[in-house]
Each structure stands twice: as structure tokens, then as C-alpha cells.
Nanobody, 115 residues
């Protein structure tokens, strides 16, 4: 059984920063792609950032240059540093882990960007 537990969400002012963390437990190995997707109210879930076990990253167009993803394979943990946050970054952020047909999601953590 795989579990993904997110932390670090909250309320932040526009222009501020947050760091989200996701710890994976169970049969998760370093060859899984891990990362973050997000879903705003009334919108589809979209890619924020993902990273392979070897450190190759991919970002959604709307967060490029502002978000940085990293992982610690020894700790089965993935992070995303979010800078220059905008109100349109407001969403539930879901941790993701996947390899082939094996896909897992966390419960989600709310990020709200508002003054």
C-alpha cells in the first residue's frame, strides 16, 4: 500500500512564497516519477511540476520560472518551492507518484494566494 502525505499549504499574499512537501510510504522507489498537480475550483487538474528519479524536471507553462521541484530519494520526499505566487495559483495541490500503470495521489493541500 502506497501513501502520499502532503504538507506546507496555506494562505499567502501575492508575491509571497511557500514550500510544499510530500512524503511517500510503501512500495515507492526512486524510479517513480513524483511531483505535483493542482486543481482550481471549476477547472481541470493540471500539471504543476514533476521530477524523475534521475532529477529530470518538467513544469506547467504557468509556473515556469517561479516554481522549483526537487526530491530526496533517500527520504522518499518531493518538494516544490513556489515563488512569486499569484492569485491564479490558488488551488488544491496534489502530490503524484507514478510508474507505468502504477499511479498514486495524495489527499491534496490547499494553497490560497490572496491579500
Amino acid at each position: 500500500q502506497v501513501q502520499l502525505v502532503e504538507s506546507g499549504g496555506g494562505l499567502v499574499q501575492p508575491g509571497g512564497s511557500l514550500r510544499l512537501s510530500c512524503v511517500a510510504s510503501g512500495n515507492i522507489f526512486s524510479n517513480y516519477v513524483m511531483g505535483w498537480y493542482r486543481q482550481a475550483p471549476g477547472k481541470q487538474r493540471e500539471l504543476a511540476a514533476v521530477i524523475t528519479g534521475g532529477g529530470v524536471t518538467s513544469y506547467g507553462d504557468s509556473v515556469k520560472g517561479r516554481f522549483t521541484i526537487s526530491r530526496d530519494n533517500a527520504k522518499n520526499t518531493v518538494y516544490v518551492h513556489m515563488n512569486s505566487l499569484k492569485p491564479e495559483d490558488t488551488a488544491v495541490y496534489y502530490c503524484y507518484a507514478g510508474r507505468g500503470l502504477n499511479i498514486y495521489w495524495g489527499q491534496g493541500t490547499q494553497v490560497t494566494v490572496s491579500s
